[in-house]
């Protein structure tokens, strides 16, 4: 496989361009600093939403009930695989367009074929789940339909670049799942982890019908649906989706290949341990992320456009080291709050360090993937880097036997696909200029980490640190993103 092998990215122009890139848009198109304010909202209330979540839950569960109550929410992180592309095709399919370019009567058969393939699935499903007599598997067969539901509207909305209600809209589970917990944190004694499986599922289910709602307001219907003479075209949808799935389902088992490995090879109180600390790395990613959502409509508008492609790493990069300081309040709150998961800090402080690799590869390889029509080398791509990161993470297990070492292998893993990803995207990354970026953010934040005693102190002054770094590399491009 093809990798790419200039060592520089030279000709770029600073100042100018990046702030055409993130101020300016053509007029038919929408504004990326209008979308990315919009979703960026929504996912701050996400995150305030999910803070209580994943810190309510390991105080009221036992570290077994936390353990089984992570499994689930592991398995129904593959939903997606029983779309079998349908979703992604969608948002492939209508990705650039407004929706007054959208043909209604199409868009709904569309949408009725999909119920009917997922409430086929989800009865398959069930049956084999009670088969096993697994109380997890069979409520992770009755969330497959709510979630998938609930991604093709959100995955459309995305590709049309309704970020408004798409905003309002990812909210919902979150929130719902916040004042649910609440309310069972008052009977803590009387649940286990089947209850937050069930909240969760309903969740999920009440975001689907809200959204069911209010896209039959904004996309009524013109004559007739006649769904079944839409099947050949639907055929079409899940074929072009297809790769972008299974590349998708790929990058899942990616980002949680030490979760599995764990959950198969070591105790019950090890997975439990594990997955709190990637849930506290989800206090991140929720707010970084909204970006991913934002770029794709926004690439599908910018094809040619190679300068800007190329400079939304640098915003994405100095977003994301400004993200490392806050393992100093989360390692308070663990403290504080969860003295039984003590062991996950060392963990999170290594997780964390993925976060500038995640970012690139999640919001703009993926993304630029689906734009370059590039599915298929996603998968094979996707295959490649789960393999790596899936040997790394064998090693560290048969070698060191520690939570630990997992993490960093994850951290390894991450920064391969970041350094060396494939030509075809069109990457021309600047090793040696980012591997020194890197490694300075990465040198004062696990030196600070180290040698601050006090987490306030240490806090400010990573914050103030990384925050120089960037002024030094990354000067026109942080000045420009204050400013505004």
């Not at 007739?224 to 055929?235: G, T």
């Not at 393999?387 to 991450?414: E, K, P, W």
């Amino acid at each position: 496989m093809p990798f790419c092998k200039s060592p520089c990215l030279k000709g770029i122009p600073k100042v100018g361009n990046f702030s055409e890139l993130i101020g300016v848009c053509d007029k038919d198109s929408m504004s990326l600093r209008k979308d990315f304010t919009k979703v960026a909202g929504s996912n701050l209330l996400l995150l305030l939403a999910s803070t209580l979540n994943n810190f309510i839950l390991p105080m009221i569960l036992s570290v077994v009930d936390y353990a089984n109550y992570k499994s689930y929410i592991l398995y129904a992180s593959f939903s997606g695989l029983f779309h079998l592309g349908f979703v992604d095709g969608i948002n492939l399919k209508y990705g650039g367009q407004h929706v007054s370019q959208i043909d209604r009567n199409s868009f709904w058969s569309e949408h009725h074929l999909f119920f009917l393939f997922q409430t086929a699935i989800t009865a398959l499903l069930f049956v084999v789940a009670a088969a096993s007599h697994s109380w997890v598997l069979m409520l992770f067969a009755l969330s497959v339909m709510p979630i998938n539901m609930q991604s093709f509207f959100l995955f459309f909305l995305q590709a049309v670049g309704e970020f408004g209600l798409y905003a309002k809209c990812v909210i919902i589970v979150p929130s719902l799942m916040c004042l649910f917990t609440c309310v069972a944190f008052a009977f803590h004694s009387l649940v286990d982890y089947s209850v937050f499986c069930l909240i969760y599922l309903t969740s999920y289910l009440i975001s689907w019908l809200t959204l069911e709602r209010r896209l039959r307001g904004r996309l009524p219907l013109v004559s007739s649906l006649k769904p079944f003479k839409q099947f050949r075209a639907c055929k079409s949808i899940v074929f072009s989706g297809f790769f972008i799935m299974m590349g998708t389902i790929v990058f899942t088992f990616f980002m949680t290949a030490g979760r599995w490995l764990i959950k198969w090879l070591m105790d019950d109180a090890s997975f439990a341990i594990y997955s709190i600390a990637a849930s506290l790395l989800g206090f991140v990613l929720i707010f970084v992320n909204a970006v991913n959502k934002v770029f794709y409509p926004y690439l599908c508008r910018q094809k040619e456009n190679e300068t800007k492609k190329k400079l939304l790493i640098d915003m994405l990069l100095v977003i994301a080291t400004l993200s490392l300081p806050f393992f100093f309040p989360m390692k308070v709150a663990i403290y504080f709050f969860l003295p039984n998961y003590i062991n996950a800090v060392d963990i999170v402080k290594y997780l964390l360090l993925t976060l500038p690799a995640v970012i690139i590869i999640q919001s703009y390889y993926v993304n630029l993937y689906k734009v370059k029509k590039l599915e298929r080398q996603y998968l094979k791509d996707g295959i490649l880097y789960a393999s790596i990161s899936l040997v790394l993470n064998i090693m560290a297990f048969y070698f060191f036997r520690s939570l630990t070492s997992i993490a960093i292998a994850a951290v390894i893993s991450s920064y391969i696909w970041f350094l060396f990803p494939n030509r075809r995207i069109h990457i021309v990354s600047r090793r040696l200029f980012l591997f020194l970026y890197l490694i300075s953010v990465f040198g004062v934040f696990l030196s600070v980490e180290t040698f601050v005693g006090n987490d306030m102190m240490a806090f400010l002054v990573s914050l103030f640190v990384i925050t120089l770094i960037n002024t030094i590399f990354y000067q026109p491009e942080l000045k420009t993103i204050f400013s505004r």
